[in-house]
């Protein structure tokens, strides 16, 4: 990874912090190359961020936050805008249905949880409290063994500070 993003002598490219206005975890930084058209960036974003190439709409920031440009000319290439290493690449999603909206890529809090009742836990037979009891019941002495705390004393016992 860290090779994709070292700058190579005579090499046409800039390497821009992305963000997105749905995506709040969402601030990688890509390598571009001067010679990508404005649709090839975004065609290389959409598979980054999940925003179709006609819901995006790119804003070039410079390093201070200001605005550069809007990248609106689907034709002009990368390099027309003049961006530099560090600057950034804000992708606004402008698709109010877009998959990035809501919040549902990143909040976990939103996605259904399967749950299932103890009596249909207990009936099948492939789970992990079926695996721990036939453990136990091959070498019970062994797990006993393993967590009691006076281990952890002897141990603790011989170690010396200098």
């Not at 975890?25 to 975004?42: G, H, M, Y």
């Not at 009596?119 to 393993?146: C, M, V, W």
Request: with cysteine.
């Amino acid at each position: 990874m860290a090779s994709s993003l070292q700058k190579i002598e005579g090499d046409e490219s800039v390497l821009l912090r992305v963000t997105h206005s749905n995506l709040k975890s969402f601030n990688p930084d890509i390598r571009f190359s001067l010679q990508l058209t404005v649709e090839a960036v975004k065609d290389k974003l959409w598979k980054k961020c999940g925003t179709s190439v006609n819901s995006m709409h790119l804003e070039l920031y410079d390093e201070l936050r200001n605005k550069i440009a809007d990248l609106s000319d689907h034709s002009k290439l990368l390099g027309f805008y003049s961006p530099f290493d560090g600057f950034r690449l804000h992708v606004v999603d402008l698709d109010p249905a877009s998959v990035t909206s809501g919040g549902w890529l990143e909040d976990t809090s939103l996605v259904e949880k399967y749950e299932i009742s103890e009596e249909s836990y207990n009936k099948r037979g492939d789970t992990f409290r079926k695996y721990r009891e036939k453990l136990t019941s091959q070498a019970p002495s062994t797990i006993e063994a393993k967590t009691l705390d006076t281990d952890m004393e002897d141990i603790c016992a011989n170690i010396k500070v200098c």
